[in-house]
C-alpha cells in the first residue's frame, strides 16, 4: 500500500526528536540559556510566520529559501527564515530602542538537500542580541564573549572565532574594481569560500556575476589573507585600503549586515560527525566545509526599515547554530556509551502480589502530592520482575514495593534497584527517605 | 507610507511575546513541566510542517483549517494542527507500541477570527498522552488525574472536568435516528453547544446537515441532560439507550476519539477575562462561551491509520489549553500589581567615577566565570544615578561599586538596592558574599 508507506514518512529536511535526543537538547539549552540570563538577557517569542512583505529584501539572494505558505484567502505569509528580521519587527512594531534579548525557537529554510547535506529545513537558532545606542563597542565584544563562553562550556573542542567588518569588506571590493550595484552579489559568493574552493568561487563571480577575470583575481588575493593583529598592521599599510583592521575570508551572506561580523568554527574536524543524515550519501567535498557553529555581527539599518520614519535602532547580536552541537553531543554520550536518562523517576510504586492497585495508587497519590517523581505500572497484577525491569532499564534508582505483609504493618518495602539492598521503611517516613536517598545520587 | 505600515504588523492571529509575558509564560510551563514529569513522561518533538496527506482525514470538519504551505516545488506540506496526529505517525514510524511522553509546542488553525474572537491562530499545546496496550482505565485515570493536578496547582479559581465516551454518543445518536454516515458530522454540531445556544446548534442540524426537526430535538433531550453518578444510573434505566454511563452536553469535534473524552472548564466566568484582542470587539454572546482549558480522550485507531499494515497502537492522551491560562495568569499579574522580573541578575556593575570601564569589565568577567549573573552598562562613563536607577527599575538587587579608592584598597562597595545600605567587601569574598545575599531573597 503505498499510499500508506508515504503516510508515515517525515517532510525531506526534517526530523523528529526521540526522547534520548531531547534530553541532550535539554543539557545543550541549559548551557545556553544559563549564558545568556548570566549576561542579563531577556526573552521574547515571536510567531513562526510572519507577513511575506516584513522578510521580503532583507536576505539578498536567500530569500529564495523562504517558505511561503499558501494562499488560502486572506494575508500572504511566509515562514521565519531568521530570528534577527522578526525581532527588528519587534523592535520597531514597539518602539522599543533599548533591549537585551535571547530567543530560541525554530527557523525555517529550503536549502536544496543535495548541494547542502546535514543541513536541515527547519532548525533551531539561539540568537542573543543587544540593541540601543551604545558607546564604542561593548556590546559586540559581550557578544563575542558569549560566543566564547557557550562554545567552551560545552566542552566541543578547539575552535576559531573569525572575525570581520562589512565596512572593511564593502572598501576591499571598492580598490578592487567591483561595481557598487555587485558588492552584496559578490559578498553572498565570497560567503561560499567556506563550501566551496576559490577556483569554484572565483568562476562563479565571473560566469554568473559577470566580474572581469582581472577584478576576481584581485579579490582572491585579499580573501587568501589570514591572520590576526598582524593582518591588522599589514592591510593598514595597504596603500589600496583606505580603512581596515581585519580582513580574514568570512562575508556571511546576509544583506543586513552593517559592521562587524563573525563567526565560530569547529576546528577539530575529526572531533565532528556528519549529522547521520549527511553521513548516508556525502561525498568528499564535503570535508571542505567547516564546522560552523555560531555566527553574526552588526546591523544597524534593519530596524529603520520597519519604522515609517526610518528611525534607526543600532543592533548587534550572535546566534548559535545548535543543530551541529547536537549531533556532536549525542555523538560524545554514543562513543562514551553514557547511559542517557529521559525521565526523573525517583521511584517506582510496585507490589510482588495480586490485587493490591488500588493501594498502590493510593500510596504513588501521596507520593505525587509530596513532589516525588513516581511511575506505576498500568497492569491490575504485573510480575514483580518485569516492574525491577523497567527500573534497570530506564535508571529509576528505587522501588516501593507493597504486599499485605508491609499494609498491615504500615510499612513499605523500599529497595534500591543498583544494589538490591532492601529495608523496610514506615509510611510516615517513606517520603523523607525517598528525598534523601535520591539528592544524594 | 502604507507599505511600511503594513510591514510592521502581525499576520492576523498571531502575537508576540513580550518578556514579562514570556516570564508569567514560563512560569505557568515550569508547573505543567513538573507535573508530567512527576508522573514520568518522557518528551519528543516533531517538525512544525508534516506531509499534507499525514494530516488528511484525522480531522473531520475541521480540516478546512488546517494551514497548507505553497507548492514551490517537492512535497505538498501542512502546519500541524494538533499534537496528536504527529504523536500517532511517530509511533507508527518508529513501530513504538509503548510510551508515556508530553510535548509542549506550537500548532496552527485557521480559525474564522469573526467567529472565535479571543482564539489565536498559533497557539501553544501541552499534550501528555499513554500509549500502550494496558489494564482497565488506568492511564485514563491518570490522563484526568494530570488534568487535576495541573489546575490545582495553577490556582486558576473552580473548575469541572466534564466527561463523556465516544461510544455513548454514538449509543445516542442511534436511539435518537440519526443516519450512521452522519454521526461524525452531527458531533461536530453537537460540539459546538459550548459557543452556541441550542437553538443555532439544532438550526445547523436541520438546515446545514439535513437532520429533521424530530430526530434534532431528540438529540436535544440528551444534550440538556448534566449530572454525575445519578445522571449515569438514569441513563442504565433508559430503555432506549442499549448501554451508557454518563452523558454530558460534551462532543469533542474531533474524529479519532474511540472511547472516553472529557473537557476541563473554568466556572467562575468571571474570574476569566477575555484577551485582549478579544476585548475589543466582541460582543455579549461570548458569554456562552465557557473557560474550555483542557481536553482529550482515548483515541485506539489513529496509529493504525498510519501502519501499512494497520497494526494499532491504543492511546489516551491529554491536551492542556495554554493561551487562556496565560490571559488568565497575566490578568492576576496585573491585578495584584505584581512585580514580574525579566531578568535573574543578581548584581550589578557600576562605578562612579569616569574611564573604569576596563575595571568593571574586569571584575563583571570574574563574577560571569563565578556563574554570577551580572550586568554592567555599555557606556565608558555613566552616571550613579542612571545605573542605580537601571537596578530599581529592573530589580536588580544588588550592586558591586567600583572606584579609584576601592581598587586601591582591593575591595568593592557593595549596594543593597532595597535598603541603600553600603558595606566594604574584599574583591577575595565578594563572590561568596553576592551568593549569600541573593540566595535569601
Not at 529559501?65 to 527564515?81: A, C, F, H, P, V
Not at 546535514?118 to 540593541?131: L, N, S
Not at 556528519?274 to 555581527?297: C, I, L, M, N, R
Not at 534508582?397 to 521503611?425: F, H, N, S, Y
Request: overall charge neutral.
Amino acid at each position: 500500500a503505498p499510499k500508506q508507506r508515504m503516510s508515515f514518512s517525515l517532510s525531506q529536511g526534517t526530523r523528529d526528536y526521540n526522547p534520548k535526543q531531547m534530553a541532550i537538547r535539554e543539557r545543550v539549552f541549559n548551557t545556553i540559556i544559563s549564558c545568556f540570563k548570566r549576561h542579563g538577557a531577556e526573552t521574547i517569542d515571536t510567531p513562526v510566520f510572519e507577513l511575506k512583505e516584513t522578510l521580503t529584501g532583507k536576505y539578498g539572494e536567500d530569500s529564495k529559501l523562504i517558505y511561503d505558505l499558501k494562499d488560502q484567502g486572506g494575508e500572504l505569509l511566509s515562514l521565519r527564515y531568521d530570528l534577527t528580521v522578526p525581532f527588528a519587527r519587534y523592535l520597531a512594531m514597539n518602539k522599543i530602542t533599548n533591549i537585551k534579548r535571547y530567543h530560541i525557537a525554530k527557523v525555517y529554510r529550503r536549502d536544496n538537500p543535495a548541494m547542502t547535506r546535514g543541513r536541515y529545513r527547519e532548525f533551531y537558532q539561539c540568537d542573543f542580541d543587544i540593541a540601543g545606542q551604545y558607546d564604542g563597542m561593548i556590546p559586540d565584544a559581550e557578544c563575542l564573549k558569549i560566543v566564547h563562553e557557550i562554545l567552551s562550556e560545552l566542552d566541543l573542542g578547539d575552535f576559531r572565532i573569525k572575525v570581520n567588518d562589512r565596512r572593511i569588506l564593502d572598501g576591499m571590493f571598492a580598490v578592487c574594481g567591483v561595481p557598487d550595484d555587485k558588492f552584496r552579489s559578490i559578498c553572498s559568493t565570497v560567503d561560499k569560500l567556506d563550501k566551496m574552493p576559490w577556483e569554484d568561487v572565483k568562476k562563479e563571480m565571473v560566469n554568473e556575476k559577470g566580474l572581469s577575470e582581472e577584478v576576481a583575481d584581485r579579490i582572491g588575493e585579499y580573501v587568501s589573507l589570514q591572520g590576526g593583529m598582524d593582518l591588522a598592521e599589514r592591510l593598514l599599510q595597504d596603500h589600496r585600503m583606505s580603512q581596515s583592521k581585519q580582513v580574514l575570508p568570512l562575508a556571511r551572506g546576509l544583506d543586513y549586515y552593517t559592521g562587524i561580523i563573525y563567526e565560530a568554527v569547529l576546528t577539530q574536524a575529526g572531533a565532528v560527525p556528519a549529522p547521520a543524515e549527511a553521513q548516508k550519501g556525502a561525498p568528499a567535498e564535503e570535508s571542505v566545509s567547516v564546522g560552523s557553529v555560531a555566527g553574526g555581527g552588526r546591523y544597524d539599518g534593519l530596524v529603520g526599515m520597519f519604522d515609517p520614519k526610518g528611525r534607526k535602532v543600532p543592533c548587534v547580536g550572535v546566534s548559535i547554530g545548535i543543530e551541529r552541537i547536537f549531533s556532536i553531543m549525542e555523538h560524545k554520550a554514543e562513543v562514551s556509551a553514557e547511559k542517557v536518562r529521559t525521565t526523573e523517576v525517583q521511584v517506582m510504586v510496585a507490589s510482588a502480589q495480586k490485587n493490591l492497585l488500588e493501594e498502590k495508587l493510593r500510596l504513588i497519590t501521596e507520593l505525587w502530592d509530596a513532589g516525588i517523581k513516581a511511575e506505576v505500572m498500568y497492569k491490575k497484577n504485573p510480575k514483580l520482575l518485569s516492574q525491577l525491569q523497567h527500573c534497570e532499564e530506564s535508571g529509576i534508582p528505587l522501588v516501593a514495593i507493597l504486599g499485605e505483609q508491609e499494609l498491615k504493618d504500615g510499612v513499605v518495602k523500599l529497595r534500591v534497584v543498583a544494589t538490591r539492598e532492601e529495608v523496610d521503611i514506615s509510611r510516615a517516613d517513606l517520603i523523607a527517605e525517598i528525598r534523601k536517598r535520591t539528592s544524594e545520587a
